[in-house]
């Protein structure tokens, strides 16, 4: 007997855990369906993990700062092991409370695989068996994964992908990190802060490739700093596990070796064999659903997060699926409209991006204008002996359209940004607030009211 719901859920991550949490409190018959394991890559393989070694570490970095200022002197030590317990112990208790707010909700949750068998129609493969799933709406939330290329894949051994590499059970002295995007900085600065010595190479003629220009200099020269070495600009033939290391071959033939190398050369959706072109849903690039203003896919069939390739970060996954439902509670009105989305990269320093960037807008034609404020001007920088970075602020007609920021702790600033940003401050609106003192958000304030020039 097949069961019908008011809503279907594939992927149990931010998007589709949020989708079908919303969906239940709001009295709709809602079904979850999962492969692996409730929070998806983010809470399992990505975001979390990643900020609980970061977390576990900042002190290393703290001590350093205060150290270079001689004002401290000292040593800690992490106990590697018993980090990776604590990261499995948090991730494995709050998926069971994920598990309990779905069940206290009335969401049926079904551990396997799902896939379009009809019109409105699900099959999982579960452990007990096939089970047929009716339902009138449908969310794919199924996420992404690690990418590769062509002898650029982890192997299990000595390569490794973002997903290996949160697994080791010792960190390794030396890592070579290929890609220099958020995912490879990271994970490469809580490598460099347990010891190990970090080699980055990149085709990309500089890290962090989508931001702001002037952010990737600082965070190359920071990185430098703490005696990373780069090769940028240069494309790799192949890496590959070669005895007791990784060794990488750029196309000329030059070989660089390390203990272990992470490939971090971005995601790929999960949307290959899921029945969906038997419904009319179309695909874009490496097969990310293609979705309308509304983020429908095929009629009753929607998709968000990941795998539409629209924003891969978890908020805005979350963000789409609260718009798809207030649509099904007929609520929502007009297409989707994310607004500003916030962007961090973790660490010290640290990167926050929110709308508009000035590249970005100039690759348009767009004339804007940028004001900016340097940290070292700072109390709080000054006070954490931190003081290389920026604040930048981007406007367009008199509002500010943008706000970038590279150093320690900037993330603190992603809210205020973000609010700045969607009300469309003026300068008079910055000088007529009032920012507490002694904050880092002054150099928010500085940089708003800051004089602005061309960009």
Not at 220 to 245: H, P, Q, S, Y
Not at 248 to 272: F, I
Request: hydrophobic share 45%; proline share 4%.
């Amino acid at each position: 007997m097949t069961t019908t719901y008011d809503l279907i859920v594939l992927g149990g991550g931010p998007g589709g855990y949020d989708a079908a949490t919303e969906a239940a409190a709001s009295g709709l018959k809602v079904a979850l369906v999962e492969a692996a394991e409730l929070g998806g890559a983010c809470m399992n393989r990505g975001c979390i993990p990643t900020k609980i070694w970061l977390g576990a570490t900042s002190a290393i970095e703290e001590l350093a700062a205060q150290s270079k200022a001689r004002v401290a002197t000292g040593e800690i030590h992490v106990d590697f092991a018993a980090l990776q317990t604590r990261k499995d112990r948090y991730i494995a208790a709050t998926r069971k409370a994920m598990a309990q707010r779905l069940a206290s909700l009335g969401v049926d949750l079904l551990a396997g695989r799902g896939r379009i068998s009809g019109p409105h129609e699900v099959s999982v493969a579960t452990a007990e068996g096939e089970k047929e799933l009716g339902f009138r709406k449908l969310i794919v939330a199924t996420g992404s994964r690690p990418a590769s290329f062509p002898g650029v894949a982890a192997d299990g051994d000595r390569v490794l992908d973002s997903t290996g590499f949160l697994a080791l059970e010792r960190m390794p002295a030396s890592v070579l990190v290929v890609g220099g995007g958020f995912i490879g900085l990271e994970m490469a600065q809580a490598a460099h802060r347990m010891g190990a010595s970090i080699t980055v190479v990149d085709a990309l003629p500089r890290i962090a490739g989508p931001e702001d220009p002037e952010v990737s200099k600082l965070l190359e020269t920071a990185f430098k700093r703490m005696g990373w070495t780069f090769r940028l600009g240069v494309k790799v033939a192949r890496v590959a596990t070669r005895g007791d290391n990784a060794v990488l071959t750029l196309e000329g033939g030059e070989e660089l070796t390390a203990e272990c190398a992470l490939v971090a050369v971005g995601r790929r959706p999960n949307s290959a064999d899921l029945g969906l072109e038997a419904i009319g849903v179309e695909f874009v690039g490496p097969g990310y659903i293609k979705t309308d203003e509304n983020l429908l896919a095929a009629p009753d069939v929607y998709a968000v997060g990941d795998v539409n390739g629209r924003t891969l970060l978890a908020h805005a996954a979350s963000h789409q699926a609260h718009h798809v439902v207030q649509r099904l509670l007929d609520k929502a009105r007009g297409p989707y409209a994310p607004g500003p989305v916030p962007s961090i990269l973790y660490g010290a320093p640290e990167v926050l991006r929110v709308g508009l960037m000035a590249d970005e807008a100039k690759a348009r034609g767009e004339a804007v204008l940028v004001s900016r404020s340097a940290l070292v001007a700072n109390p709080i920088a000054q006070a954490h002996a931190a003081t290389q970075g920026f604040v930048k602020c981007v406007w367009r007609e008199g509002r500010v359209v943008g706000v970038t920021a590279v150093g320690a702790d900037v993330s603190r600033m992603a809210v205020s940004a973000a609010l700045i940003i969607s009300a469309g401050w003026t300068r008079d609106d910055a000088a007529g607030f009032m920012f507490p003192h002694p904050t880092l958000d002054e150099s928010l304030k500085a940089a708003l009211l800051a004089d602005k020039e061309a960009a």
